[in-house]
């Protein structure tokens, strides 16, 4: 068996969590190139590239995997929020069950499902660490009443607003897979008190990272980091923008010396020329006619059909072979369920369908 001594270093798995307004995503952003998908729409203000805001996990999903295959374009990809991300997995997992609520499984049943698919979905996200792209997740915090078994009383804590039942398992699976959970807050230096020496109003409010364990948050990290560092990327940058160690000593040889090839100017100049972020996308180009999409169409649905290029026609081509509905019937009448449980859950079996369509078709 091989053994490899010493550190080896690789891209991060970073949380982020706090308050909201207390500037997760703005942090996020300060990252190594990054790029956002912004689950909640709350990106607006901040100059970064981003991805479309997705409408549905398969989706979401679709676009981490497109990122995976952007190493060395971005460096960081940066899901915000976490939380509201496991909402659309909530759906999924509600649709693909045909139930209205994750209460409706009973027993608990529907938090096992949407636990075993959000580990599906960082497993993924492990990947993308691999391919050498950092992965941030930001969140939203929540404080809830905890209580040691082996103490008296109980008190409040910051938890990560994931999992609201304490029967699901999100939120310490989402700890559990990070390298560093990070926690911002504004920390309060003195409460003032009155004439009578009641308390009366906090004092202090400068956000703060709180960067180990405490009884009242939750945070980790394995850089020697200070337990409180101030809301300044520079207190981190050193973790992220360190060189890559290889395991394997490569050998010191000098390339072979070519002729230089000299590039004409005007080739010169569009190689030059940035790309847009949605040119880049591969299913934005759309050879279908799926940027004239009936409006009508569920939002979930006519998402992806316009990410992977895909009419309504061949929708209703498939729908149609599989004995769903009558070929020529406007996606607009499916009945929702079908659509959301169907299409949308299905949705990878269903553009492989579609692509088998156009195989098909002659000269396609």
């Known amino acids: 068996m091989e053994v490899i001594s010493g550190k080896i270093d690789k891209k991060k ?10 500037g997760k995503s703005s942090l996020a952003a300060q990252f190594p190139k990054p790029i956002f998908i912004d689950t909640e729409g709350s990106t607006t203000e901040l100059t970064v590239d981003r991805l479309p805001k997705p409408s549905s996990w398969t989706m979401l999903n679709q676009q981490v995997d497109w990122v995976k295959q952007q190493v060395g374009r971005f460096e960081t990809l940066v899901i915000d929020t976490v939380d509201w991300a496991e909402m659309l997995c909530i759906e999924s997992v509600c649709s693909h ?6 209460e409706d499984f009973g027993y608990g049943n529907g938090y096992v499902y949407v636990k075993e698919e959000l580990g599906r979905f960082l497993n993924k996200l492990s ?3 691999d391919a050498g792209i950092h992965v941030v997740l930001t969140a939203h915090s929540q404080i809830v009443k905890f209580e040691q078994p082996d103490e008296m009383g109980a008190y409040d804590r910051y938890q990560l607003k994931l999992g609201k039942k304490t029967s699901s398992q999100t939120a310490p699976l989402v700890k559990e897979w990070a390298d560093m959970v990070l926690f911002i807050n504004y920390k309060t230096y003195s409460i003032a008190t009155d004439d009578k020496g009641k308390k009366h109003k906090a004092q202090g409010g400068v956000r703060t990272i709180y960067t180990t364990h405490h009884p009242a948050w939750d945070a980790k990290n394995r850089h020697g980091l200070p337990d409180e560092i101030s809301l300044d990327y520079a207190n981190i940058a050193h973790i992220f923008n360190s060189v890559i160690a290889s395991p394997q000593i490569q050998p010191n040889t000098a390339p072979p010396l070519t002729e230089p090839q000299v590039t004409p100017p005007q080739q010169q100049e569009q190689q030059m020329q940035p790309q847009p972020l949605a040119a880049q996308m591969p299913p934005v180009v759309d050879t279908t006619g799926a940027s004239k999409l009936d409006p009508a169409i569920p939002q979930t649905l006519r998402d992806l059909m316009a990410q992977n290029s895909v009419s309504e026609e061949e929708i209703q081509v498939v729908v149609s072979n599989k004995g769903y509905y009558p070929m020529g019937t406007p996606i607009a009448n499916y009945d929702p369920g ?4 169907v299409l949308v859950g299905a949705w990878e079996q269903v553009f492989n369908m579609v692509k088998d369509f156009r195989n098909s078709l002659p000269f396609s």
């Open 97 to 102: 069950h045909n139930k209205k609520g994750i």
């Open 127 to 129: 990947d993308v660490i």
């Open 338 to 341: 079908f659509v959301n449980g």
């Open 13 to 22: 798995k970073v949380v982020l969590y706090g308050p909201e307004g207390i």
